[in-house]
């Protein structure tokens, strides 16, 4: 049986060995377009035989035209090829006595797919999916997938399932002023530095028995900066009943960062000088596998990313 309906969804979580990757860096959200998208879906198959699903996410969104390369607050020109940037009140008088200033561009994309398919033994499928485009605050997010799948092969059955998770964020210098909602945040940068960051998470599993349970969410939209981008994956596989579950299981998560800094270097009057600068490049990998005989295999992973204003 298969149910689609628009919002409102409940969601769980099993967590257990967590990993957070808390970098506190600058991704800055975006804000929600002027029309937003809530969409639901909820499965549950119950099968002796074949079951399959199979789901995929893309989404890309901006505060500004897609179409348009990253582009600079309407104040803000760069200098040369950079590093340098000039403030220069007025630039654009008619965008700011009508419109107030454009913003630094922010652009990000989000993917999410699951592929299961469980052939000759009992299923046991049930899923929750939520999509919701609308701003979000730090308790929420824009993206929730839920599953619990219990299998018992028979004569050579298996289930192969795998999810994977991608959030892709780039950004331009913006003003940390315009941006946030807490009052002291340009007391700490007045600036919101430019970002390059990309994280990847997820899962997969080939079971002959056993029972797993993963949970996915995604944050990057919000009326501010202040929450932070977010993304997580969690996995939890054992066996059914007092035996272990049989087959393997894999998890992974995989991180790039670029991070840059806009230090004020001058005020000359008629202009604003900034120096922007790349001050960080991380990576980080991880991949976590079991097999053959698995008693408990638990993992949980985080990425949260935002503007550091402590």
């Known amino acids: ?32 377009t002027p029309e937003i998208q809530g969409f639901t879906s909820g499965t549950t198959m119950n099968v002796v035989g074949l079951a399959m699903e199979n789901d995929a996410i893309a989404w890309q969104d901006s505060n500004l035209n897609l179409s348009t390369t990253l582009a600079t607050p309407s104040h803000m020109q760069i200098v040369g090829s950079g590093p340098y940037y000039e403030d220069v009140p007025g630039l654009y008088p008619v965008l700011d006595a009508d ?12 993917a999410y797919d699951e592929a299961t398919t469980a052939v000759n033994g009992n ?10 485009t609308g701003n979000k605050v730090a308790s ?10 219990t299998f018992s092969g028979t004569d050579a059955g298996a289930m192969q399932s795998s999810e994977d998770l991608m959030v892709d964020g780039a950004g331009q210098v913006d003003y940390t002023n315009t941006r946030m909602l807490c009052p002291f945040a340009a ?23 056993g029972r797993l349970v993963t949970s996915s969410h995604e944050r990057t939209v919000a009326a ?8 997580g994956h969690d996995i939890s596989v054992t066996g059914i009943g007092d035996s272990p579950a049989l087959g393997s299981a894999n998890a992974y998560f995989k991180l790039h960062t670029q991070e840059g800094s806009g230090k004020y270097v001058a005020d000359l009057i008629t202009m604003k000088i900034y120096k922007v600068s790349k ?19 638990t993992k949980s992973m985080d990425y949260n990313s935002g503007l550091n204003t402590l």
């Open 140 to 149: 929420q997010s824009n993206i929730n997938a839920d599953k619990v799948v």
């Open 1 to 32: 049986m298969k149910s689609i309906k628009y919002f409102s969804l409940g969601t769980f979580a099993v967590l257990a060995l967590m990993i957070s990757i808390g970098v506190v860096i600058a991704d800055p959200m975006i804000p929600q």
């Open 99 to 110: 419109y107030g200033n454009t913003p630094g561009q922010d652009i990000y994309t989000v």
């Open 224 to 231: 501010t900066a202040d929450p932070g981008v977010e993304a």
């Open 187 to 209: 007391t700490s940068s007045s600036l919101i530095p430019p970002f390059c960051n990309i994280v990847q998470t997820g899962s997969s599993v080939d079971l002959t028995s």
């Open 279 to 297: 001050l960080e490049d991380m990576q980080y990998s991880e991949t976590t596998s079991a097999s053959p005989v698995i008693a408990k295999f």
């Open 123 to 132: 299923v046991a499928y049930n899923k929750g999916l939520s999509i919701n």
